[in-house]
């Protein structure tokens, strides 16, 4: 009896991810709902540039390496050029809600029939630990050693809330990976992110709240728990759109 086996659209290669790091979660449950939606032949993802950069080398679909920030904009291309595909972008903090806040939020405001993978580990990672949109008050990063002081860089960005704001979007949802029970639900968030498209029902954006352990300086345990004592408080878990009114 099988108890678990790799899915079909992730390929049997090692990632270059640190220790620690949630990544690997993340791209396991894209990898499921493509194979459980039997889509795989037919989608395409768009890797941004941040520490998912290589993702085109670990997804068993086409992919294609977007400029920074870009991805949003890639993806709304490739749909309109062939709508019967099924396009998703996987991108970080720093790509999607820094230097690509713009093509995010005009693709959401067009309800793009795209699907976004949003990671925010509120930190830049693959530059080595810069403060990003999306670190937390007070948060020590290498570009603020004291703690990032908000009268000097203003608060960070909650990026599924300021979207619900617009009349475009059709599905926004914050989960994270940091136990069992956070994994499942954020399988089933991701899964509906794809059905969504599938149906034409337009944009839907998953937020991940997701561990570096390496930038966070901590033990990949100890940054799980930091994902429930400091991120969830500050970026709460739940579904901020949802027009078919089901949630996951």
């Not at 678990?4 to 993340?26: F, M």
């Not at 949003?118 to 990003?132: E, V």
Request: glycine share 10%; net charge neutral.
């Amino acid at each position: 009896m099988i108890v678990a086996k790799r899915p079909d659209s992730l390929l049997p290669v090692a990632t270059h991810y640190c220790p620690g790091c949630t990544h690997g979660i993340i791209h396991r449950l894209v990898a499921e709902a493509i194979d459980t939606l039997g889509i795989e032949g037919k989608t395409i993802g768009v890797a941004p540039v941040g520490c998912a950069v290589l993702a085109y080398k670990y997804f068993a679909c086409d992919m294609i390496e977007a400029a920074h920030g870009r991805a949003p904009a890639v993806a709304t291309g490739l749909k309109r050029a062939d709508p019967n595909t099924i396009i998703f972008s996987y991108q970080g903090d720093g790509d999607l809600a820094s230097i690509g806040m713009a093509e995010t939020v005009h693709a959401a405001a067009r309800n793009e029939n795209i699907t976004i993978i949003f990671i925010n580990n509120a930190i830049y990672g693959m530059t080595g630990g810069q403060m990003a949109p999306t670190s937390l008050p007070g948060q020590v990063t290498q570009t603020s050693p004291y703690g990032r002081d908000v009268t000097q860089c203003g608060y960070p960005i909650r990026v599924c809330e300021m979207l619900s704001e617009l009349e475009g979007p059709e599905y926004l949802e914050r989960v994270t990976v940091n136990s069992v029970k956070n994994v499942r639900a954020a399988k089933k968030a991701i899964e509906k992110a794809f059905r969504n498209q599938i149906e034409g029902k337009g944009f839907s954006l998953v937020e991940v709240l997701s561990a570096c352990p390496t930038n966070w300086g901590m033990t990949p345990q100890d940054a799980l728990k930091w994902i429930d004592d400091k991120m969830i408080p500050y970026y709460p878990l739940g579904v901020f759109k949802d027009r078919s009114g089901k949630g996951a």
